[in-house]
């Protein structure tokens, strides 16, 4: 069926250095992808989005890239802060505006 | 702009009891959600709503789950009657975009239920 994947369920990474957390998706059907984060006790909230019209969409210390050719998107954060753990779930949609969200990544930054 | 806002945000019952969680989207936001997440899983969707319409219901057990949006805005999810496995965390999201166009959705912190 329709999954979201997530290639590790864990990250450690030190304060001040990049991260990248990675996700496949199966769906080709998918057009647009999003990346969102969970804090515990939280509902997710989005970080940021890609449409399957773009390779690299660029926020304020995060990136996303997405490769159409292997259904893969990946969430590069810089210099990693202690507030930025927590759980990052990657998403795909399809035009219908249906999400479906992988397993997550627990992000753990030690100082 | 306000949340998404839910409650409660815990309940504990026992099995074969009844349960009701409330949301109120973000005002405007013509599409709702309703997820279940389950410890250590990605949130899975149970139901969308387009106004007062449901756009996608396919993953919702029936026999057990109800959902209702009678006025477009806010909307009410029911367990009846609750099993073990229904021990989740119900988060609902709204978007601001028709179902056909995707944007971002907007979470709130969800109802915890916890099954005895």
């Known amino acids: 069926g329709e999954s979201v994947g997530l290639h590790l369920p864990t990250l450690s990474v030190q304060e001040g250095d990049n991260s990248i957390i990675n996700c496949a998706y199966s769906n080709s059907a998918s057009d647009y992808f999003i990346w969102y984060k969970q804090e515990s006790g939280k509902g997710p909230q989005f970080i940021i989005d890609i449409r399957s019209n773009m390779d690299k969409r660029q926020g304020q210390r995060v990136t996303v890239l997405l490769n159409k050719t292997v259904k893969h998107l990946s969430l590069q954060i810089a210099a990693t802060q202690p507030g930025d753990s927590a759980v990052y779930f990657c998403?795909?949609?399809?035009?219908?505006?249906?999400?479906?969200f992988g397993d997550g990544t627990t992000l753990t930054v030690k100082p | 702009e306000a949340g998404v806002a839910q409650s409660p945000r815990y309940k504990i019952i026992e099995k074969r009891q009844s349960v009701a969680f409330w949301c109120n989207p973000i005002s405007g936001h013509a599409t709702l959600y309703w997820y279940q997440q389950i410890l250590g899983q990605g949130p899975k969707l149970l139901i969308q709503f387009q106004n007062n319409g449901v756009v996608d219901d396919s993953q919702l057990p029936k026999d057990r789950f109800s959902a209702e949006r009678l006025k477009g805005v806010d909307s009410t999810l029911k367990i009846q009657p609750a099993k073990l496995e229904d021990s989740a965390v119900y988060l609902c999201?709204?978007?601001?975009?028709?179902?056909?166009?995707?944007?971002?959705?907007?979470f709130g912190d969800g109802t915890r239920l916890s099954i005895l």
């Open positions: 999201a709204s978007s601001g975009q028709g179902a056909s166009s995707n944007q971002p959705q907007h």
């Open positions: 998403a795909e949609s399809t035009n219908a505006g249906k999400s479906t």
